[in-house]
């Protein structure tokens, strides 16, 4: 199966959620922890019929949907699909997306209860990250933040810390590029990763993470941190 379902009750915050990875992804970022995802860009009438069994065998145990990858919304039809299967059954939605398909994400928004943007450097140093990137990321993930916000959906951005790649500088002008309900700062996990290089890589202090995200200056107001240590902690709260 292309789509890889899971079951996690981190992924969507307080729920228990059935977890969608779906294939294919625009962006090779070096410490992509799903590398697997990236061989195959199709999914297949029965990913789509074993989806559906997943959903139906589990409503008692489900509170949510979690569409993830890759990168969903190369697959707008199936996602559209899933929304519907979710919907009709009463479960929330949650959508884990790079934020480069703003038009893909309008014709969506209205059904989604949470939206999970992952920011991987400051708007305009993708380059830092990922050696395949459009030209124009900035303004397609400022267009996709709007539409989130304007839809009163709630939303949470989120960047991996990987040292030499990012700087605590970066992190504090990719902040200041950005509006959301929550900002994430998730810790390197050097296990897995596209570039194999990256697997030599420390780990990052998450006391190191925390003195990074407490000398923003920001009006997010809330800020976390995730790391495999502490998992999910609130930093800042208003």
């Not at 779906?22 to 009438?45: M, V, W």
């Not at 960047?159 to 030499?164: C, I």
């Amino acid at each position: 199966m292309n789509i890889q379902p899971t079951y996690s009750s981190l992924d969507y915050p307080k729920k228990m959620a059935l977890v969608v990875f779906t294939p294919g992804c625009d962006l090779r970022c070096k410490y992509c922890h799903n590398p697997q995802l990236l061989r195959e860009t199709k999914l297949s009438s029965e990913d789509i019929l074993e989806i559906d069994e997943e959903i139906q065998n589990n409503l008692d145990f489900i509170d949510a949907i979690v569409i993830s990858g890759g990168e969903a919304l190369l697959h707008l039809d199936f996602v559209k699909y899933i929304i519907k299967k979710a919907k009709s059954a009463d479960l929330l939605v949650k959508l884990d997306t790079n934020g480069l398909h703003p038009n893909e994400l309008s014709q969506i928004i209205k059904s989604l209860d949470y939206v999970a943007m992952d920011i991987k450097a400051p708007l305009d140093e993708y380059y830092k990250i990922t050696d395949v990137y459009p030209k124009d990321v900035k303004e397609r993930i400022l267009k996709s933040i709007d539409i989130t916000l304007e839809n009163d959906v709630f939303l949470e951005c989120r960047t991996t810390y990987v040292p030499n790649l990012l700087m605590p500088e970066d992190i504090k002008l990719l902040v200041s590029q950005i509006k959301c309900n929550q900002y994430t700062l998730q810790q390197f996990r050097n296990k897995i990763t596209f570039d194999s290089r990256l697997s030599n890589y420390e780990e990052p202090n998450p006391d190191e993470l925390i003195e990074i995200l407490k000398s923003l200056d920001t009006s997010v107001p809330q800020i976390n941190l995730k790391s495999k240590q502490f998992g999910n902690q609130i930093i800042k709260k208003e």
